[in-house]
Structure formats: structure tokens, C-alpha cells
């Protein structure tokens, strides 16, 4: 069975700084990954996925991810916070093939962004 | 923009009613999923349904049931609510590779 490991449940950053989110998975082959965010009583928002490919996948709101096959990671990076980041960011994984798009969900990381 | 809704967006009632979650999307997706998530907690998913007529029990146990008559259509049900039921639901649906997601009914049962 697939399993996501995200291990910092809280994460504090000052605005302007960079933020890096940690990802582990675990899978007997290579999955589907991806990042979502969460606003506070919201649904969640893709920020980008990783299907094949390029390594180093690009999503929304300046968000950028690397997917690390010898670590089994998946981490999530942005250069430079804004207030507006703050959420619940939950990294996902997903099987490939037939057994459809059946999502297995990280416990989630909120993040604080300090003025 | 994803086109996937949900209604109510909050409820709160009292131990022993009927509810019905309703979630339709407009994308024309065959997969529709049901995820369960606590306050500050990771998504379950609960219910998933690949096609009409088709639908599956998740990895996490529920008491509420779906059903799939129509393709945009994947409305949840709990024939009797208790407190134990409190939670937020997401409703989900994808073609191939990632799910769109609805706002979420978030329920509070007294």
C-alpha cells in the first residue's frame, strides 16, 4: 500500500524568505505525486504534479517541487514567501494504471508566514 | 478553473437526522472520490466512484453511503447522524491524473 510522510506539521517563515516543505512516499514503483493547498475552510488547489519526465516541475504561485527517485521525496520549494502562502500544504500520491486516481494524502504541513 | 460544487457548505443538526451531501461537477469526469478530513488532519477517502452505477468503499470505514445515477452527480448520505460524524467533506473528481477538489461541507452533528 502507498503511504505519504510529511514530517514537519508546523512550519514558521518570515515573509520574503524561502520555504522548503518535505515529502516522503511510499511505493513499490514510480507514482503520480503532487502538492496541494488548503485556505482555512476551503478546498484544496493543485500547485503542481509530477507524472514522468523532468525531475523539477513548476506549478502555480511561483511553487516548484523536485521529485528524488533515490529518496523516495518529493519536497515542495518556493524562493520567496508571501503572507498569502500561508495554508495547509498536503503532498499526495497516486498510483499508476488501472487502479485509477485514488489519492493517498500526507497528514499536511501548516505554514506561518510572519510580517 | 475547476466547475465542482458542493452544498451545504456548513450544517449543523442534531443526532438521528437524514442528511445528503451534495456534490455535481460540470467537467463531464468519470471519477468522483468522497474524502473525509478532521480539523487539522489528513484526508481519508471514503467513497470513490469510477462511472454510473459504479461506486466503492475507500480505505477509511463509513456509515454514510453514495450513490451514482448520473455521470455529475455523487451525492453522500448518513441515514442517521451522529456526533461521531462531525467532520469536513470533500468531494473530488478527475479524468486522468489529479482530482479537482469541491469547497468541502464542512457537518457538525450535536
Known amino acids: 500500500a502507498q503511504s505519504v510522510t510529511q514530517p514537519d506539521i508546523h512550519i514558521t517563515v518570515s515573509e520574503g524568505a524561502s520555504l522548503e516543505l518535505r515529502c516522503n512516499y511510499s511505493y513499490g514503483a514510480t507514482p503520480y505525486l503532487f502538492w496541494y493547498v488548503q485556505s482555512p475552510g476551503q478546498g484544496l488547489q493543485l500547485l503542481l504534479k509530477y507524472f514522468s519526465g523532468d525531475t523539477l516541475v513548476q506549478g502555480i504561485k511561483g511553487f516548484e517541487a523536485e521529485f528524488k527517485r533515490s529518496q523516495s521525496s518529493f519536497n515542495l520549494r518556493k524562493p520567496s514567501v508571501h503572507w498569502s502562502d500561508a495554508a495547509e500544504y498536503f503532498c499526495?500520491?497516486?498510483?499508476?494504471?488501472?487502479?485509477?486516481?485514488?489519492?493517498?494524502f500526507g497528514g499536511g504541513t501548516r505554514v506561518l508566514v510572519k510580517p | 478553473e475547476a466547475d465542482i460544487y458542493q452544498t451545504p457548505r456548513y450544517l449543523v443538526i442534531g443526532t438521528g437526522k437524514k442528511i445528503t451531501l451534495e456534490c455535481s461537477q460540470t467537467m463531464g469526469h468519470d471519477k468522483m472520490y468522497w474524502y473525509q478530513q478532521d480539523p487539522g488532519m489528513e484526508l481519508h477517502l471514503i467513497h470513490y466512484?469510477?462511472?454510473?452505477?459504479?461506486?466503492e468503499k475507500g480505505d477509511l470505514s463509513s456509515e454514510s453511503t453514495v450513490s451514482r445515477i448520473r455521470t455529475e452527480h455523487f451525492p453522500l448520505t448518513l441515514e442517521s447522524a451522529r456526533p461521531s460524524h462531525t467532520s469536513q467533506y470533500l468531494c473530488a473528481s478527475s479524468n486522468t491524473g489529479e482530482l479537482f477538489f469541491g469547497e468541502g461541507s464542512r457537518l457538525t452533528v450535536l
Open positions: 499526495a500520491v497516486g498510483a499508476r494504471g488501472a487502479a485509477g486516481n485514488k489519492l493517498t
Open positions: 466512484s469510477y462511472g454510473v452505477n459504479s461506486t
